[in-house]
């Protein structure tokens, strides 16, 4: 049925005017359903498949060749299957011309290093030394003793140095006794009752030393002609050196 728009009559099926107004009817017209766009194609992605045989084949081919017969019978065996003829491996006697040629270069190089000469570097020349002088003879020898002169020649009498400290002299109830006694001496009047003093340093060396002696005290060294001048302060002694204690002479001997 068609409704009328002005009367609200209803009409049948198909009429194009009002049966009661004569008013044009509206045929309902069927509005076909809005069709959706159609979606944006998406590129499908690459099909797997497509790719997998290369990698399947690169694995394929790493397998084999890990896997590959190391045995020469095998390879032959698959290559004549094949329709090939396998070439015969390089003989292991023959080597390649050019590793030939390295190893000749290198045992001439290794030959040419061993006969060449060792580079001599010449050594500074050290300095001059200078000569050291001998030592002269001091008075640190063995059995130290004063040897008696007189006139020029030994007396035999010998006074050993024991101590460190010995006191040359004369005896007096006053100042008591000495080391080294000389009052029975034929020069006895000359010598003080103190006269000197002959010591020994912690070197080793021995020394002689006036105490203040009325006639003083000399020294007359090994190999000179004359005694020296009075001592004013100590001297020291060497091996065959002379001592007048005033005119008592003795001679400083070690061994």
């Not at 009002?18 to 590129?43: D, K, M, Q, R, Y």
């Not at 020898?141 to 010995?166: I, S």
């Not at 007096?172 to 080294?180: A, F, K, L, N, Y």
Request: proline content about 11%.
């Amino acid at each position: 049925m068609v409704s009328c728009q002005i009367c609200q009559h209803e009409n049948p099926e198909g009429a194009e005017y009002c049966e009661n107004c004569g008013a044009a009817l509206a045929t309902a017209v069927a509005t076909p359903a809005a069709t959706p766009p159609s979606p944006v194609p998406t590129p499908s992605p690459p099909d797997a498949s497509a790719v997998a045989p290369e990698v399947i084949d690169v694995s394929a081919d790493a397998r084999s060749a890990a896997t590959a017969p190391t045995d020469a019978s095998a390879a032959d065996a698959s290559q004549t299957s094949a329709g090939q003829t396998a070439p015969l491996p390089p003989d292991a006697d023959h080597e390649s011309p050019m590793a030939s040629d390295v190893a000749a270069d290198g045992g001439q190089a290794s030959a040419d290093s061993a006969s060449a000469p060792a580079a001599t570097v010449d050594a500074a020349p050290s300095p001059p030394q200078a000569a050291t002088p001998a030592p002269a003879s001091t008075g640190t020898g063995q059995n130290p003793r004063l040897l008696g002169v007189r006139y020029g020649a030994p007396t035999g009498d010998e006074h050993p140095l024991m101590g460190n400290r010995l006191v040359v002299g004369r005896f007096d109830s006053e100042t008591g006794p000495v080391d080294i006694d000389l009052s029975q001496a034929p020069e006895s009047e000359q010598i003080s009752r103190q006269h000197a003093e002959v010591y020994k340093e912690a070197d080793g060396r021995w020394f002689v030393k006036d105490l203040g002696s009325t006639n003083g005290v000399f020294v007359k060294t090994a190999g000179a002609a004359t005694f020296g001048p009075r001592l004013t302060t100590p001297q020291a002694l060497t091996n065959g050196d002379e001592i007048g204690f005033g005119n008592a002479r003795f001679t400083f001997q070690t061994d």
